[in-house]
């Protein structure tokens, strides 16, 4: 029986016997000469370990157990797979595949039965490559024509591909120009507003520092003093849109307490400082003083003289130049006077429907119109006009009686229902040439805790003269003083 141990020479070695180089004769595949014939040895016969690649396979380094990882810092502990993972595939990251085509058929067949599931979240801490150890050599046909790129979809396992959703909304290419800051084209409000004027640097234009910059040819410009910003707030006030007709109507039941002063004055400054367009109307049930004290014209019409040509402007013949016929010019103060019945023998009183006819047909020609009434509280024309009031001015002189008479109008006004005009109406105090025997402080706080504001008129002898009121004479300090009066009265339009 051949010895299955013979070789081709017959010669049976044995173990431990010297080889014909001069070394002990050993199995083979036990002191590291490998070859792929030698049969499985006994396993606690053969070293613990892989076996031994052939010579020229590159093998991985593998950290020395116990030993620092240079600088005196140890190695780092190297993380733990869960069983069934391959240590080859389960570093590389799942990505999606690239848009140049699908990925390329894997090289080597799978490793596991079960292909390698992507983590859901990177580990937290730093990274390292997994270490098993010495890689066991496999052997192959031929080497690998090139690496991998690293980012390569995984070779082993069917491709993953990432769904992605649709796009919502406009096309990217709508805001183009607005994100990589290409010029919009212009509007037609950009062009428009070429016309807004920037403010200019406010100097001063009245008093002694604009006779200073005057003298100085400009070299010395002021800004404006506390009291022409005063006067100029006034009358940015003043001529502001009131946004379509308004009336103001001035009221108190007793003689004498200025009321006809208070409606010239108004108008006059309303008149002067927007242009025109103020109407003063004389509602006086009777006889009225408007017509006497305003400048006189080339007629002496009244209001009964309009209503009976009424016909005339009802229609669509009526003009503003017909209406001149009927209302009184005031020349340099800037509006007009339609004036009352001066005859004391007149016919019968003004009715409401009256009023409400005239009113008709004057709010088609101006935009402001100032009313002063009569003494009589309970007639209907009276009633009328607080009915179709939007600013009320209460005047009155620092007497007491004239004081006390505008506070039982008040008490009036307010049990007919009229209770949010008077909280929202201006009272004037006109002063006497002495303060002589006056509680203006009583009067000042009993209408300022019933009306909006409370104002005072400085002593004018040319108005309180009697006379038709030359406008032109009046002093500085009362212009500026009705000025400031109708700037509060326009707060209330």
Do not use: C
């Amino acid at each position: 029986m051949e010895n299955p141990r013979s070789n081709d020479s017959g010669a049976v070695p044995f173990d431990g016997a010297p080889s014909p180089d001069g070394g002990q004769g050993e199995e083979p595949g036990v002191n590291g000469h490998w070859s792929p014939f030698a049969p499985a040895g006994n396993h606690n016969d053969a070293p613990a370990g892989p076996p031994t690649p052939p010579h020229g396979t590159p093998t991985p380094a593998t950290p020395p157990q116990g030993q620092d990882g240079g600088y005196g810092q140890p190695y780092p502990a190297q993380p733990s797979l869960p069983p069934g993972v391959n240590p080859d595939t389960a570093a590389v990251p799942v990505v999606a595949p690239y848009p140049q085509g699908p990925p390329q058929a894997p090289q080597h067949p799978p490793q596991s039965p079960h292909p390698p599931q992507a983590p859901q979240h990177p580990p937290a801490g730093p990274q390292y490559p997994p270490h098993t150890g010495a890689v066991p050599y496999q052997p192959q046909s031929a080497p690998p024509a090139s690496a991998p790129h690293p980012m390569a979809p995984p070779t082993s396992g069917p491709p993953v591909f990432v769904p992605q959703e649709p796009m919502s909304g406009p096309p990217m290419q709508a805001n183009l120009p607005a994100v990589y800051g290409e010029p919009t084209p212009p509007t037609a409000d950009d062009f428009a507003r070429r016309r807004t004027a920037s403010p200019s640097k406010p100097t001063a234009s009245m008093g002694a520092r604009a006779v200073l910059r005057r003298g100085t040819f400009g070299l010395v410009s002021l800004p404006p003093s506390k009291w022409e910003r005063e006067v100029l707030r006034s009358t940015d006030a003043v001529r502001r849109n009131f946004g379509g007709l308004r009336q103001v109507t001035v009221v108190n039941p007793k003689g004498g307490a200025g009321k006809t002063v208070a409606v010239l004055m108004l108008a006059m400054s309303f008149g002067q400082r927007r242009g025109g367009y103020v109407l003063a109307w004389d509602n006086n049930e009777t006889q009225g003083t408007l017509g006497m004290r305003a400048q006189q014209d080339f007629h002496n019409r009244t209001v009964r003289d309009l209503l009976s040509d009424l016909t005339h402007f009802q229609g669509p013949t009526g003009r503003v130049g017909d209406l001149s016929q009927y209302v009184r010019s005031q020349g340099e103060a800037m509006f007009d006077v339609l004036a009352s019945d001066e005859s004391a023998t007149a016919g019968e009183m003004l009715t409401s429907q009256a009023f409400g006819d005239i009113r008709q047909i004057v709010s088609r020609f101006y935009k402001l119109i100032v009313v002063d009434t009569g003494n009589n509280v309970r007639a209907a024309n009276w009633q009328s006009a607080m009915d179709a009031t939007d600013q009320l001015v209460i005047t009155m002189s620092a007497r007491n009686d004239s004081a006390e008479t505008a506070a039982r109008m008040l008490d009036h006004l307010e049990q007919s229902g009229r209770t949010e005009l008077v909280r929202r109406a201006v009272t004037v105090v006109s002063m006497p040439a002495h303060r002589k025997d006056l509680d203006l402080p009583a009067v000042q706080r009993h209408f300022a805790a019933r009306t909006r504001s409370v104002l005072l008129a400085p002593y004018e002898k040319l108005l309180d003269s009697g006379e038709p009121i030359r406008y032109g004479m009046l002093s500085q300090a009362t212009k500026e003083a009705w000025l400031k009066i109708a700037a509060a009265v326009a707060e209330g339009l």
